[in-house]
């Protein structure tokens, strides 16, 4: 009775600090993948505080294309994450635009600049949000890249109007 009610006490402890049973833990992720809450990185607009760009994946693709995937969001009114405080600002929208020159990659490796590949029209691969974000939107974007160099695991992507993700992770 007592060995039972010590095993039920460990796997008990188990579901506490790690948040699943032991038996049911996930596979780990490789290195380059995103940490829990899915964010590698994030970054404030340099034109308003209250929207932010959360990068979230950087992965070779068949084809030898890389893709990269970040959220814009719209935070104002909110409260902080983790304090509770309110915003600085009230809800409000924000307008969010960009250049196509404006959004690349730089493998610091060979010092290189990598725009998004572009289809038999001259069009570019990716799907980039535009336009006003009310308080609390978020809106998700993409675009593909020709890969750099297998040998090259982290990278330098530049999302117009936010601080550039130094060292971003290539997932493979």
Same mark, same amino acid.
């Given at each position: 009775m007592r060995r039972q009610w010590i095993g039920g006490a460990g796997i008990a402890l188990a579901i506490a600090v790690f948040g699943t049973p032991a038996g049911s833990q996930p596979m780990p992720q490789q290195v380059a993948q995103a940490a829990p809450n899915g964010?590698?990185?994030?970054?404030?607009? &340099?034109?308003?505080?209250?929207l932010r760009c959360d990068l979230l994946e950087v992965k070779r693709v068949s084809g030898g294309a890389l893709m990269v995937r970040w959220r814009i969001v719209n935070t104002a009114g909110q409260s902080a994450a983790g304090g509770g405080f309110a915003s600085?600002?009230?809800?409000?929208?924000i307008r969010y635009g960009f250049h196509w020159d404006e959004l690349f990659f730089i493998d610091p490796g060979e010092n290189k600049k990598y725009l998004?590949?572009?289809? &038999?029209?001259n069009k570019q691969i990716a799907q980039v949000y535009e336009g006003d974000l009310a308080p609390g939107q978020q809106r998700l974007s993409w675009a593909k890249f020709p890969a750099p160099p297998a040998n090259s695991t982290k990278i330098s992507v530049t999302i117009p109007h936010f601080a550039p993700f130094e060292d971003a992770p290539v997932a493979q």
């Open positions: 964010v590698i990185a994030s970054a404030q607009f &340099s034109q308003d505080p209250d600085s600002s009230p809800g409000k929208a998004p590949l572009t289809d &038999s029209a």
